[in-house]
């Protein structure tokens, strides 16, 4: 189950993406006028934003309920009351 808080995460990690796209869009257009060197300095300028974006957005962590799902699955696996996925694979194949 997806919560809203991780819906949050993921339509900010995709901004940034696009953000991301657009700068650099802007940032490489072929422009004879620009010297090799301010190229280069742009794109080191790109290649810091695009750091600096991944550190905002971070990894998603799992919310209390799917680390309280995750707790009880394994739980009931340890007591024998789940089938292990290795079987449920062998079973989907034949």
Not at 39 to 47: C, F, G, R, T
Not at 56 to 69: D, F, I, N, Q, S
């Amino acid at each position: 189950m997806t919560s809203s808080k991780n819906i949050k995460k993921t339509q900010w990690r995709n901004r940034v993406q696009k953000n991301n796209n657009v700068a650099s869009t802007r940032y490489h257009m072929h422009d004879k006028s620009i010297s090799s060197e301010t190229q280069l300095i742009l794109s080191k300028l790109d290649e810091l934003n695009m750091k600096m974006n991944a550190l905002l957005v971070g990894e998603e962590m799992p919310t209390p309920e799917e680390k309280r799902a995750a707790e009880i699955g394994k739980r009931e696996y340890k007591e024998g009351k789940t089938i292990p996925w290795d079987e449920v694979k062998k079973k989907l194949r034949r």
